[in-house]
């Protein structure tokens, strides 16, 4: 069993992790990381090569709601109470998010014409839960107050690892416009999910008893993909688990499944004068259709249930298995292995930005005129905004980025940014380059570094890769 944890925590090292949200990279020239969420970026080298395994390494975690130190601050509250405040003010739009992901290979080059053409193949792994509120009030405080009721649709969480292999490019039309394409290639190595469940589960005053428990217009399905095999062959999670065919069946599942699917990324850079640009991306828009190791459960129906009028016969009467199989009727469970569609959490971004500074400086100009020189990169200004679909549970976010180059091989980003998870978000990169070799580093929410307790998020990335 330690080896399989061990294997789990490497993959999860070789992940990666990172915010959805990235204000630093999205439209960022000179960079092919930004290449994913901004399609439209330009690439100004003839040839990137992205160094393996390293060309794009981030980690972060974010959560709405609350902070640890809420929880668990050393003040004079006890637990209990803490715990009970957090929860009153917790709603089921707060959650955990999760996502990790590395670039494996990466590489880019620019024609004659000026047209851009990538690739890549990166590994990603994402997860978010929100919270069921409902479901938290109703363990904390019981049936005592009728207004504790269970809503099923508070219910919304997904677990996925994937592969994304993909080509695209970047192309001008003109001199006010340029667009760019990826075209995604999925493979998933595991589902578990569960979203769009509805009903209710309360109590009323009762006829025959105080109370009437009733299930109203339940309506719940979890699929998952990778999962069965590892419990019910594997015997993962009890002492007869078989450690070697984990292990096996674990990195076969890392190393591809048969599990596809499609997708796109796309996005613009309108010109809008000399100083003013307009962009927009849109990216992972797609799908994956999941048939390897499928297991799906749905439980749909409504049920009353008053108690049990204990009668003492001759022959005892089994009223648990009674009640059991009345319920099976009234809420039926249906199992199956068919595959199923699961469509990405696309992201959408736009910007409108201000462009400053001479690309070309008046010491250029005056140098041999025989000697080509490439243009010093403008400085920018602008305002960001940025969409995310959960399952239909919003990720919004929005700021201002600002971007200097204090010198030719020095670029300076800064992020005031607000969304979802971090209500204040003040976010620091610097990317600079020594002959063809370039590195860069983001840090997001600096100001949490200062107490970690306090804050509901960090992220932190950096990487390398070659330009001639």
């Known amino acids: 069993m330690k080896k399989i944890f061990l294997i789990l925590f490497l993959l999860g ?31 100004n080298k003839s040839l990137y090569i992205g160094f393996p395994a390293l060309s794009n390494f981030q980690i972060g975690l974010q959560n709405s709601g609350f ?14 109470d803490k715990w009970q405040g957090v929860l ?29 053409y990538r690739f890549g193949f990166r590994t990603d792994f994402q ?24 809503d099923i ?39 578990f999910s569960s979203y769009g469940n509805h009903g209710k589960i309360y109590y009323t005053r009762g006829r025959n008893n105080y109370y009437t428990h009733r299930f109203d217009n339940v309506n719940l399905l979890m699929h998952s993909s990778g999962i069965s095999n590892l419990i019910e062959q594997d015997k993962i999670g009890t002492k007869d688990v078989n450690e070697d065919k984990v292990e096996r069946d674990l990195i076969n599942k890392f190393f591809g499944t048969g599990n596809w699917g499609l997708g796109l990324d796309a996005g613009f850079d309108k010109s809008l004068n000399d100083r003013w640009h307009w962009t927009g991306a849109i990216s992972d828009l797609g799908f994956i259709y999941y048939r390897s190791d499928v297991f799906s459960v749905r439980a749909h129906g409504s049920y009353a249930y008053e108690g049990v009028h204990v009668i003492f016969p001759d022959t005892p009467k089994d009223y648990w298995r009674e009640i059991r199989e009345d319920f099976r009727q009234s809420v039926a469970s249906d199992t199956t292995r068919n595959g199923y569609i699961k469509w990405r959490p696309f992201k959408v971004y736009t910007s409108l930005k201000f462009t400053y500074g001479d690309r070309l400086t008046d010491r250029d100009m005056v140098r041999c005129l025989d000697e080509i020189r490439q243009p010093k990169p403008a400085s920018s200004f602008g305002f960001l905004g940025f969409f995310q679909n959960l399952q239909g549970k919003p990720y919004i976010g929005g700021g201002i980025v600002w971007s200097s180059y204090p010198f030719r091989w020095l670029n300076l980003r800064l992020a005031f940014t607000s969304d979802n998870y971090l209500k204040t978000n003040i976010s620091a990169s610097l990317q600079w380059h020594i002959l063809g070799w370039y590195w860069y580093i983001n840090a997001g929410n600096i100001l949490g570094y200062t107490d970690l307790a306090f804050t509901n998020g960090q992220t932190l990335q950096f990487g390398t890769f070659f330009a001639f």
Do not use: C, M
């Not at 997860?127 to 269970?150: C, D, E, M, T």
């Open 13 to 43: 090292i070789g992940f990666a992790s990172r915010a959805q949200f990235e204000p630093l990279t999205y439209d960022r020239e000179n960079n092919p990381a930004a290449v994913k969420i901004s399609p439209q970026v330009s690439l």
């Open 67 to 80: 902070t640890a130190y809420d929880l668990l601050g050393t003040d004079n509250g006890n637990f209990n």
């Open 88 to 116: 009153d003010n917790l709603h089921s739009d707060n959650g955990f998010f999760f996502h990790t992901g590395n670039e494996w290979l990466q590489g880019a080059w620019k024609n004659l014409e000026g047209t851009v």
């Open 127 to 150: 997860a978010w839960f929100f919270h069921p509120v409902s479901l938290y009030r109703f363990v904390a405080y019981g049936n005592q107050n009728p207004k504790n009721v269970i």
């Open 153 to 191: 649709s508070e219910l919304n969480f997904n677990a996925e690892a994937y592969h994304t292999l993909y080509f695209g490019f970047t192309k001008r039309k003109g001199n006010f416009f340029k667009y760019g394409i990826n075209f995604n290639l999925y493979n998933g190595a595991g589902n």
